[in-house]
């Protein structure tokens, strides 16, 4: 029965490719549509819900199909040796796939749906990890449909040059859970990245994520009830911005992790984002794990980092947390012997060069959680911290413990000097106590607390970064829990250049703040 299925349904591809092919070789030109002879080209059969056409010399997955039908065979069928600059039509509908679908080294393809509601696959059977992965190749297009319940990763690119994902969503139903699939949307190594107009929920690590990956636009997504709602990861020249993340454990993430084949990123531009109410229970493993829920934004041992004139509102922890990797690996002393080679291609555990400005930030902090941030949660919203009074927790929290480090070591105190290394080097020992040697920079940030809270808007910094005024014990700087209102602080009071914009090319057009985007508002901010 399976056989026959499978050559029903390849009866069914290759006749329609056969059709085709003879509409456009035999048409007797009555009706204007001769191809051969030039007149016209395809003609649109239908238009998805976001507006895009799909025309008469698609290859269209069974296109007879019904809600509840198994399309496996006709899909994989279907991107089998595609011609290059296809267009690949899945029906209107809700559809079992029960095996992952692999694409190498396709060119100019796009897969499209009718809708992101209206061509819903379903891999809740499917015996593979992702959902779809594109490998190699280049002009990607993966538009209006829907991705759910994958085993894994709902949609994974690697070493793609050039990918559009838009209008589609990845989903997992129902409660965020920790056996959820890991990713939604999820490009690696890939370069030339547009993701837009998506929808990611339900995500245990991140729902939109771009890692070791570089010209990056992320814009005009929602990212809802994830682990991670927006990350990026060890990339470069990446602009997220015009984004919706809500209800995330944390709303946007820009993480630089050890070990990884690309050792760094820098150049990422997070702003004009909404990113209010992330406060879901972490349910994910590794380092995005340790995330605390109710975290707007956070960069982690990242460096060229810009966030400006973003809505962070009504997250329980913390509006925006900069912090060094010793916030996941306390363990001072074994970072030459773990890390050392991979500080040797340039990762540091060290956050560098972070400004925050123009943000508009209310109602954070009012009730801070998180495994990571147990000691310093008790200390300011005790009478531990350095006014001696309880606090509301800092909206932006900055560990500065690399920064301290960075100046002991280029004093040559504790040793530092071999952990930080080139950090220390650039810092050189005219530091700023305030945080400008390494240029983390917060100014011109709003306060949108109303009456009487307006003034419970706080900078926190958990360690002094002059060594001066540093203690230790047993040899390590203790923590001092600094902190100020945000209107007015001195701490993180500078500025720095602005960063550029991203510019993804595709398909021979830009995209971005210097393309497409030349006139949108949020690229003039």
């Keep these: 029965m399976r056989q026959r299925t499978k050559l029903s349904q390849l009866f069914t591809v290759s006749a329609l490719a056969s059709g085709l092919l003879l509409a456009g070789c035999g048409d007797d030109g009555k009706d204007g549509k001769d191809a051969v002879a030039g007149n016209v080209g395809p003609t649109v059969v239908a ?26 065979e ?56 992702d959902a779809f992965r594109f490998q190699g190749g280049n002009g990607i297009t993966v538009r209006d449909l829907g991705v759910y319940e994958a085993p894994k990763n709902g949609i994974k690119t690697t070493n793609v040059d050039g990918i559009h ?74 602009d997220v911005y015009n984004n919706i993340a809500v209800g995330n454990s944390g709303g946007i993430l820009a993480f630089d992790l050890p070990g990884l084949v690309k050792a760094y990123g820098g150049n990422v531009r997070i702003f004009n984002n909404q ?36 809505q962070i509102t009504d997250n329980d922890t913390t509006a925006i947390a900069i912090t060094s990797y010793f916030l996941i ?71 500065g413990i690399g920064e301290l480090l960075s100046n002991l ?25 305030y945080g400008t040697s390494d240029l983390i920079c917060a100014n011109s940030n709003i306060n949108g607390n109303p009456a009487p809270e307006y003034d419970e808007v706080n900078t926190g910094l958990v360690f002094p970064v002059d060594p001066a005024t540093a203690t230790f014990t047993n040899g390590e700087p203790d923590p001092q829990l600094l902190i100020e ?21 595709f398909k021979n057009n830009v995209y971005g703040c210097t393309g497409d985007d030349l006139a949108e508002a949020a690229c003039a901010l």
């Design 47 to 72: 238009t998805t819900t976001s507006g895009f056409t799909i025309t008469n010399d698609a290859i269209f997955v069974a296109p007879d199909a019904v809600t509840g039908d198994d399309i496996t």
């Design 74 to 129: 006709a899909l994989s069928l279907a991107l089998f040796n595609l011609p290059e600059n296809a267009l690949v039509v899945l029906p209107k509908g809700r559809f079992t796939v029960t095996e992952g679908i692999i694409v190498n080294s396709a060119q100019g393809l796009t897969i499209a749906g009718y809708g992101i509601n209206e061509t819903i696959l379903d891999f809740g059977t499917s015996n593979g990890d």
């Design 165 to 238: 994902i838009t209008y589609t969503a990845t989903v997992w139903e129902g409660e965020l859970e920790a056996d959820n699939g890991a990713y939604g949307l999820y490009p690696l190594n890939s370069k030339n990245v547009l993701m837009e107009n998506n929808y990611a929920y339900g995500s245990a690590d991140a729902g939109i994520y771009v890692g070791q990956s570089e010209n990056i636009v992320v814009r005009n997504n929602t990212a809802k009830t994830n682990v991670a709602g927006i990350e990026i990861e060890n990339s470069s020249m990446a």
């Design 275 to 310: 990113v209010y109410a992330n406060n879901a229970t972490n349910v994910g493993a590794s380092v995005v794990g340790a995330v605390p829920p109710g975290t707007g934004v956070i960069v982690l041992a990242a460096s060229d980092v810009e966030i400006y004139n973003n």
């Design 329 to 399: 690996d306390d363990e001072v002393a074994g970072y030459p012997a773990n890390y050392g080679p991979t500080m040797t291609d340039g990762w540091s555990p060290t956050v560098k060069n972070v400004y925050l400005h123009n943000n508009t930030i209310a109602r954070n902090g009012n009730a801070p959680r998180g495994d990571l941030l147990v000691d310093v949660i008790a200390g300011y919203t005790s009478t531990m911290n350095s006014t001696g009074m309880a606090q509301t927790f800092p909206a932006i929290l900055y560990d």
């Design 409 to 433: 070591g280029a004093q040559g105190i504790g040793g530092f000097d071999a952990l930080v290394g080139p950090d220390a080097a650039a810092d050189g020992v005219n530091y700023d106590p």
């Design 485 to 505: 209102p945000m209107i007015g602080t001195n701490y993180l009071s500078c500025t720095q250049p602005r960063l550029a914009p991203a510019v993804v090319t």
